[in-house]
């Protein structure tokens, strides 16, 4: 059964949230961009990149400037080929890097995709208390109202670009061997790595507020569907303040397309890929 957000368990403050990203060098502005959001809001962040292709020399760089906030990151070299299991057109096997997680050293991992950038201090949901739930997650604004996966009895669906994970249970449970499992028996899953944690975790999640994974896409598609643009504004979709703002489907702040609607997110977007480092340190010196 899905439970809401409720309680923090009591945490020092030095001690570091731990943050997986997964990417290839194709993406490197953007996880940039995503590291200074981070870094513009916690200090104490260990942060895990799973990918193949980075350069040691851009680990080092990055080392160096999170020294200052007390903070670190960590290469992780995936050897697995996941590209056969991938999906749609703007998804890469990057997006099966989040199956290694429990190979972490880590008892608790908060995963972000990497067209996402983070827009205030997230340390009372990092720290929550699991109570025995595998993961947190936010529903996915689209994909509970398409009767194709009402029809696969998802419902409710999350969306994995933002996962709090119990990785002492995803250790206990082997979940990165059956998530690949699921992948391997079922090959027309239409977004192969997300289709497969709802199924493996179907009602056995912990549902986060709206504002831990702001669908900016997703929500723009509701609207775009008149008949939807109510149910959208019902559940508060269009008066939230993100906290984490992600840049759903093909559609990206980088990218020329824009509707009207995306303008302050996009913004967002920009602001953190401007920012230099001296402002992120002079932002903790406040």
């Not at 997986?20 to 590291?35: F, H, K, M, R, S």
């Not at 680990?59 to 697995?80: R, T």
């Not at 590209?83 to 972490?104: A, C, Q």
């Not at 840049?247 to 824009?258: D, I």
Request: with cysteine; proline share 3%.
């Amino acid at each position: 059964m899905n439970q809401s957000i409720n309680q923090s368990i009591n945490q020092s403050t030095n001690q570091p949230i731990v943050i997986a990203l997964a990417a290839d060098l194709g993406y490197q502005t953007q996880v940039e961009t995503l590291i200074k959001s981070l870094c513009y809001h916690h200090s104490h962040l260990k942060i895990y990149l799973f990918q193949k292709t980075f350069p040691n020399e851009w680990f080092d760089i990055w080392c160096q400037k999170l020294a200052l906030l007390s903070s670190e990151i960590i290469p992780v070299k995936v050897c697995v080929d996941f590209s056969k299991y991938k999906s749609l057109e703007h998804i890469n096997e990057t997006g099966f890097y989040r199956y290694l997680i429990p190979y972490l050293d880590e008892e608790r991992v908060l995963y972000l995709d990497s067209d996402i950038v983070v827009d205030d201090n997230l340390s009372e949901m990092y720290w929550l208390n699991f109570n025995g739930i595998p993961l947190y997650a936010v529903e996915d604004y689209v994909h509970n109202h398409i009767p194709a996966y009402l029809d696969l009895d998802l419902s409710p669906y999350f969306n994995s670009g933002v996962l709090l994970i119990n990785n002492i249970l995803w250790k206990k449970y082997s979940v990165c061997d059956e998530l690949v499992t699921i992948n391997e028996k079922i090959v027309n899953l239409t977004y192969g790595d997300q289709d497969a944690l709802n199924i493996y975790f179907k009602g056995g999640w912990g549902a986060l507020p709206i504002e831990y994974n702001y669908q900016v896409d997703a929500i723009l598609e509701l609207v775009l569907r008149r008949e939807q643009e109510e149910l959208a504004r019902k559940n508060g979709y269009l008066d939230v303040i993100p906290k984490i703002i992600h840049y759903t489907s093909k559609f990206k702040p980088w990218k020329k397309e824009l509707h009207t609607m995306q303008i302050s997110t996009r913004k967002k977007y920009w602001f953190y890929y401007h920012l230099e480092w001296n402002d992120i340190l002079e932002q903790h010196q406040k």
